[in-house]
């Protein structure tokens, strides 16, 4: 194959040579048992749509289910309508919302797992705490009607209105009270999203953990895990080890996941995260590994998946999707890398050209040579000679 050019940071060019061999045929395998997975997944975007970054969200339909359909063949269940879907960055309440329908029904027609974005992105301005609540209250009962796990997500517009940790205990068990059946409580570090910066009621992550907690030990029955997403090992260690019995903790950390799925005498986490879209059959490979208790090959696995994942989501990390749709674009999972808010202008050419390398060098391309082609072809209309 031949080599291609790929940009650098500071300037130039440097030579890259594709790998020629597909990887493996990815297959499924039995249920995974050892871990709860789930891959948020990222939307679609139709390119033929006449919109602007500010428009509605125009999505493929049929190429966004088609991509829940890969990650479930392979026994990973969907976090669906999460910030990897552009929640709150191009995708506003009604096109989730719709999101959330759609896939919930193809959840059931595939026999999938999937879990939804519960949060309040419909208020568009300052909010009160009732507001707050009730706009909340609207997402959980779409969600609960659709027949999905919820996911009670970080809001932007109560970080807003709180003024103290009160306001999270009232509003969070007002919602767990109402809640059919057990759900998933996420904690967006502002790392992600900055509007959350002082969530739970204090900007001290200690203050804030045990407000958190205190959420979670007032109504365990109601609570079957928690999305830790603030990028410290260290610290969601510590915690895990502080829940109820019977309440989970779901890494949400695309630095340390190896470390965290894998445990230690004290305990593991389970998985929710972003970096399972592009790295969906591999990471099921690896849990299946820990599944037999073969640890060393669950590491094997994902140690060497950790550079990309550290590299899509560097600073700004709420711009880690532009990566992941890439990556999408050249396993052939899409036919385009357009984004949804037209975010695939939100990296730089060399950060997209480092990703197709790691990626690539991991074998995560099903097709080696169509990945390098499209390569090829974003290079050379960015200017890039080939």
Known sequence: MTTLLLPVAGGGTRAYTPSAEPPPTAVGGPPLASRTVFSAAHVVADPFADVSPDSPAAVDWDATL?????????GLGVA?????????????????????????????AAGGRIACGVGTDQLTGPATLPEVRSAYEEQLALVDAA???????????????????????????????????PVILHWLGPMFDPALEGYWGAADLDAATETFLEVIAAHPDKVDGIKVSLLDADREIALRRRLPDGVRCYTGDDFNYPELIAGDDHGF????????????????EAVRAL????VKRFRALLDPTVELSRHLFQAPTRYYKTGVVLLAWLAGHQTHFTMVGGLQSARSLPHLARAYELADGLGLFPDPALAAHRMRSLLTVHGVPQ
Do not use: C, N, V
Request: overall charge negative; aromatic content about 6%.
């Open 66 to 74: 088609a991509f829940r359909r890969h990650l479930w063949s392979h």
């Open 80 to 108: 669906e309508a999460m910030d990897t879907a552009q929640r709150g960055m191009g995708l506003d309440w009604a096109g989730a919302a719709e999101l959330i329908r759609r896939s919930a029904a193809e959840a059931k």
């Open 147 to 181: 027949g999905a796990q919820p996911i009670l997500m970080a809001s932007r517009a109560l970080a807003a209105a709180a003024t103290s940790p009160d306001a999270y205990l009232e509003t969070y068990g007002h919602l767990l009270r109402q809640a059919r059946e």
């Open 269 to 284: 986490s389970h998985a929710l995260l972003g970096i399972f879209d592009p790295l969906g059959p591999l990471a099921a």
């Open 291 to 294: 599944d037999t208790g073969d």
